[in-house]
């Protein structure tokens, strides 16, 4: 009897795939952030790719996190509305100066 190919993939292939996804060197992780550095404004990327990297303190994990989710706009961290986000206390860019131009972390 042949093997019926429409029904759930087998364990062992979610397992890799699971794998593959959990691997934070794969091909797959590395493709996926050198795309997204590619999207973001020059002045965001060295942040971003060592926060990626694991090599970035939490606070500035969250400046890059803070910085992609408005697109790249720094006064929008600034005035961020979303009072619900867990991040929304230590988002960056709260105090001091006015924020000079967009897209600077
Ligand atoms: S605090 Fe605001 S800008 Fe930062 S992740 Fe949350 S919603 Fe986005």
Redesign the pocket.
Known sequence: MAADTAGPKPIEARDSAAQERRNQSGPARRSAIAERAGQMPRSCRATYLKATRGKASPRVA?KA??MA??CWTRQ??RL?S?LA????M??PFQGGAPARGSADL
Not at 85 to 88: D, I, K, M, T, V
């Open positions: 969250i996190f803070c989710c408005v929008e961290v961020c979303d986000c867990p991040l929304w230590y988002r």
